[in-house]
């Protein structure tokens, strides 16, 4: 249903010292999205920060819960009651250890596969909500994730990172759609580098060049 208003969380803990965590992918991609479209100031609410908009002409919530990222549930299940929200028009963006760095998925339902924060939502209004996951890869030791997610992106992240994010927010109105497959498309679409053009004089063992 699109006549119900969107909310998009991004997934993160608050503070400074956080900002640049892989564990803030999704205030990242909330961020982004923010600044690409037509949303009003941040306001304090629910636990959290929202801002109010529109994407493809859907009212459109977007939320950053505040709690530190355990207890996101809280200012999500408040705001989804106070804005008449049902769980299918709640889009959760949050990083995902089990995705490759810099690729990306969204998927309706499923488990939290460890991730404290859907773990919370979870808990607090069951598991049928939407969810966009952004791949910022494994360490290759569970003793190490927690580490490798509370670490900054590295400067070779922001390769990706920030194509990533943009192509996220270029593709938002197909989540106010409720189109999941075209936002993964539009954004497979927008990352995909143009085929190299075949320079025809470099055919051949022969570059023309001298030895």
């Given at each position: 249903m699109t006549d119900s208003p969107l909310l998009?969380?991004?997934?993160?803990?608050?503070?400074?010292?956080?900002a640049r965590n892989r564990h803030n992918a999704g205030f990242m991609a909330v961020d982004v999205i923010h600044e690409s479209y037509d949303f009003g100031p941040w306001r304090r609410r629910f636990q959290g920060v929202v801002s109010e908009g529109k994407l493809a002409g859907r009212r459109t919530y977007l939320l950053k819960p505040m709690t530190y990222m355990n207890?996101?549930?809280?200012?999500?299940?408040?705001?989804?009651?106070?804005?008449?929200?049902?769980?299918?028009?709640?889009?959760?963006?949050?990083?995902?250890?089990?995705?490759a760095a810099g690729k990306l998925r969204a998927k309706r339902g499923g488990g939290d596969a460890g991730h404290n924060g859907l773990r919370s939502i979870t808990a607090a209004i069951g598991s049928d909500y939407r969810r966009v996951r952004i791949g910022v890869g494994h360490p290759g030791e569970k003793a190490r994730v927690h580490g490798h997610v509370l670490n900054n992106f590295s400067k070779a992240d922001e390769a990706w990172l920030v194509p990533l994010l943009s192509a996220i927010a270029e593709a938002a109105p197909h989540l106010a759609k409720n189109d999941d497959p075209g936002f993964m498309n539009k954004v497979t679409v927008i990352l995909k580098p143009p085929a190299k053009r075949e320079d025809p004089a470099r055919k051949g063992p022969d570059s023309g060049r001298g030895g």
């Open positions: 998009l969380t991004g997934l993160g803990n608050p503070g400074a010292e956080y207890d996101s549930g809280i200012a999500v299940a408040a705001a989804a009651q106070f804005f008449k929200v049902p769980n299918d028009a709640i889009v959760v963006m949050h990083d995902e250890i089990d995705l």
